[in-house]
């Protein structure tokens, strides 16, 4: 479990969560994503985590296309945005 700080003037770098809009370059595509974190919280915005995942991806050493994948419990679905461009999906 992880304990995140909520308060908006929260230190420690967490302001980025706070923006409502977070945009990212992946597989020649600009993809932005709408965060809320006062709405939502912690579902509701783009995480490292997503970021390092969607950055692997990309480096193309799993191979995607012809491939489903079902994301479950990911926030913005960042990841699987970026398999769904990298697979041919979308």
């Not at 992880?2 to 770098?13: F, N, R």
């Not at 579902?43 to 994301?71: F, I, N, P």
Request: proline share 2%.
């Amino acid at each position: 479990m992880a304990l995140v700080p909520y308060a908006e003037t929260a230190e420690m770098g967490l302001q980025r969560f706070h923006k409502p809009l977070a945009t990212f370059s992946f597989a020649n595509h600009t993809i932005q994503i709408r965060q809320d974190w006062k709405q939502l919280g912690v579902a509701a915005v783009v995480w490292d985590a997503a970021v390092v995942l969607a950055t692997y991806l990309e480096m193309g050493t799993v191979e995607l296309r012809g491939c489903s994948a079902v994301e479950l419990g990911a926030g913005t679905g960042l990841v699987g945005i970026v398999a769904a461009l990298l697979g041919g999906g979308i």
